[in-house]
């Protein structure tokens, strides 16, 4: 009887299966096999709700071992009396998983157990969806937020924030925040430091995320932050510093937007950039008739988004007289066209930019969520208290 190995429908009444394999022997392996059952439940399929259990009605469970068919296994620790052994994560949905226990019946002596399960699927319309940003083994600025969109709202939080797992090297602070029921958001209390790893995993297999609403995979992405560029503008002086690293690279005349236009103060994330971008008047709701003093259609090269409210960083040789000298434009930070291009070809997602001394706060942006200006202009706290979590974490190791 030692070592001898048996089948187990696993999950499905294993104690029958049991006492049937035995019933070619002799006695004592009908005692030995009825002592070896497992009760986990009844279904065609596992629940990816709720850790995996193997549980032993008698005998002692030596080790176990559930393995999917990609080689990744599940973990799992056996409980102090050694009758029951339970998965430390949710099995994933809709994965075949190899079983085997090994156990002691009561006379000491060991059996090994082996069979499959499977994990049942979440249903399409059940399935929770999303993006991430930054994209995969990127290079980001050292502003960047790490930000992952839902598809559908997502009402339980606290559940999926819980999942959702950040680690770096080195490690540093950070929290996330909801946005509103389908954007979460990361950052650290301070800026990544340059050179930092970062990596995120989102353990959302069998998460429930809402009404009829489940996690049905894992998802993983890695970037790296870049050296550090800061660009600091300052509305009364007309100019833009563009620092790398700590130190000073350029220094360039500016015009900003005119007093009833004024560009905010505060801290922007660069989000995206564009070769040429089309720029008109009806789009950033200032007006829509062509007769209007305020009416402009322009495209406008080396556009560099700083929010979604319509602030750029571009070229604008129709400013340059005035750059260095008055702001003048619709809200914009207009450069001449050589340096919108340099400044264009150095900046990445995430890289950051100041803004001092203009007439107007961003208040209005940061209460709306606006991605270029809804992480660095909250305090510590405000920011924390917009996890679902309720606190700040370390990241772990990366």
């Known amino acids: 009887m030692g070592g001898m190995r048996r089948s187990i429908i696993a999950m499905l009444g294993l104690g029958v299966a049991l006492a049937l394999a035995a019933c070619a022997g002799?006695?004592?392996?009908?005692?030995?096999?009825?002592?070896?059952?497992?009760?986990?439940?009844?279904?065609?399929?596992?629940?990816?709700a709720?850790?995996?259990?193997?549980?032993?009605?008698?005998?002692?469970?030596?080790?176990?071992?559930?393995?999917?068919?990609?080689?990744?296994?599940?973990?799992?620790?056996?409980?102090?009396?050694?009758?029951?052994?339970?998965?430390?994560?949710?099995p994933e949905p809709g994965t075949n998983y190899d079983v085997m226990v090994?156990?002691?019946?009561?006379?000491?002596?060991?059996?090994?157990?082996?069979?499959e399960?499977?994990?049942?699927?979440?249903?399409?319309?059940?399935?929770?969806?999303?993006?991430?940003?930054?994209?995969?083994?990127?290079?980001?600025?050292?502003?960047a937020p790490i930000v992952v969109r839902f598809t559908q709202p997502v009402t339980e939080r606290e559940a999926v924030e819980r999942e959702m797992h950040v680690s770096s090297d080195p490690q540093v602070v950070g929290s996330w925040h909801w946005v509103s029921d389908t954007e979460a958001r990361f950052r650290p209390q301070e800026y990544w430091p340059a050179g930092t790893r970062v990596a995120l995993d989102l353990e959302l297999n069998g998460v429930q995320a809402g009404e009829e609403l489940w996690g049905g995979r894992s998802y993983h992405l890695e970037f790296e932050v870049g050296s550090e560029h800061i660009a600091e503008i300052d509305a009364n002086d007309y100019t833009m510093t563009v620092n790398v690293d700590g130190e000073t690279e350029h220094t360039w005349n500016t015009s900003l937007g005119a007093p009833e236009f004024a560009t905010r103060n505060g801290t922007y994330v660069v989000l995206e950039k564009f070769e040429e971008r089309n720029m008109t008047s009806c789009n950033a709701n200032i007006t829509?008739?062509?007769?209007?003093?305020?009416?402009y259609d322009v495209d406008a090269d080396w556009a560099v988004r700083l929010s979604y409210s319509g602030t750029f960083v571009h070229?604008?040789?129709?400013?340059?007289?005035?750059?260095?000298?008055?702001?003048?434009?619709?809200?914009?930070?207009?450069?001449?066209?050589?340096?919108?291009?340099?400044?264009?070809?150095?900046?990445?997602?995430?890289?950051?930019?100041?803004?001092?001394?203009?007439?107007?706060?961003?208040d209005d942006l940061v209460e709306r969520g606006d991605p270029g200006m809804v992480d660095w202009n909250q305090s510590w706290d405000e920011y924390v208290a917009g996890s679902a979590v309720g606190e700040a974490i370390t990241t772990g190791e990366f």
């Open 26 to 48: 002799d006695e004592s392996e009908v005692r030995h096999a009825r002592a070896l059952t497992q009760l986990a439940g009844t279904g065609a399929d596992v629940s990816y």
């Open 50 to 90: 709720e850790p995996l259990t193997l549980r032993m009605r008698a005998g002692q469970i030596e080790s176990a071992e559930v393995v999917s068919a990609d080689g990744e296994a599940l973990p799992g620790d056996i409980d102090d009396d050694g009758r029951t052994w339970t998965s430390t994560t949710r």
């Open 102 to 115: 090994t156990a002691s019946d009561s006379f000491g002596e060991s059996h090994v157990f082996d069979d």
């Open 117 to 143: 399960l499977t994990v049942a699927e979440v249903p399409d319309g059940d399935r929770l969806t999303l993006t991430m940003q930054p994209g995969n083994e990127s290079v980001v600025g050292v502003g």
């Open 288 to 295: 829509c008739d062509p007769s209007d003093p305020h009416y």
């Open 315 to 362: 070229s604008a040789p129709w400013s340059e007289e005035s750059q260095g000298e008055d702001n003048v434009s619709h809200g914009c930070i207009n450069l001449n066209d050589a340096n919108g291009e340099t400044y264009f070809n150095m900046v990445r997602y995430g890289d950051i930019v100041t803004v001092e001394n203009s007439t107007r706060e961003a």
